[in-house]
T-cell receptor
């Protein structure tokens, strides 16, 4: 079965712009989480969506937002981009909310802000 | 809060050597524990997991045992291959309040022929 699909794989944006990243979870998975990976901070949790509602949020500024659609696909938006937003953004899906059986990750979107 | 501490890398081993990557954790409640692997240019792949104390997770020759008394989940493999070269992340998921994966900083493993 298809895995978690993230698009695009690579993005280059200019400071001040905004960007939208997309994630399609594994079929049947209803929860989608987003993580940011940087060399300095490692892997940090952004937020989790389930049934089109944000259920949990990490310690990121309001410039980072997301949403989930009725088909469980999710988008993440970053407004007013800063150089420090350059990172690998990873999406993960699981069957349900608060699933302690593990999350399946996509290949990520590599965002570079110049 | 929750935290995961992994041994610092990088780790360089010869093919067929024994591998141990140490992982200890601090968490409220009874977390589930995971090892994820990341190959260059890729996302994270779930390698193995254990959801309760004394469980042993295993996959592709890798093993880790959930030790509640020492709050540890060390990754081991008896004979590494060049194809095992990657970054390994220990992680926990705790239902006691945080409901998110907490990761260690990762350990880069290089296996040389």
């Amino acid at each position: 079965k298809a895995g978690v699909t993230q698009t695009p794989r690579y993005l280059i944006k200019t400071r001040g712009q905004q960007v939208t990243l997309s994630c399609s979870p594994i079929s049947g998975h209803r929860s989608v989480s987003w993580y940011q990976q940087t060399p300095g901070q490692g892997l940090q949790f952004l937020f989790e969506y389930f049934s089109e509602t944000q259920r949990n949020k990490g310690n990121f500024p309001g410039r980072f937002s997301g949403r989930q659609f009725s088909n469980s696909r999710s988008e993440m938006n970053v407004s007013t981009l800063e150089l420090g937003d350059s990172a690998l953004y990873l999406c993960a899906s699981s069957r349900t909310y608060r699933d302690n059986e593990g999350y399946t990750f996509g290949s990520g979107t590599r965002l570079t802000v110049v | 809060g929750n935290s995961v501490t992994q041994m610092e890398g990088p780790v360089t081993l010869s093919e067929e050597a024994f591998l141990t990557i140490n992982c200890t954790y601090t968490a409220t409640g009874y977390p589930s524990l995971f090892w994820y692997v990341q190959y260059p240019g890729e996302g994270l792949q779930l390698l193995l997991k254990a959801t309760k104390a004394d469980d042993k997770g295993s996959n592709k020759g890798f093993e880790a045992t959930y030790r509640k008394e020492t709050t540890s989940f060390h990754l081991e493999k008896g004979s590494v291959q060049v194809s095992d070269s990657a970054v390994y992340f220990c992680a926990l998921y705790s239902g006691a309040g945080s409901y998110q994966l907490t990761f260690g900083k990762g350990t880069k493993l290089s296996v040389i022929p």
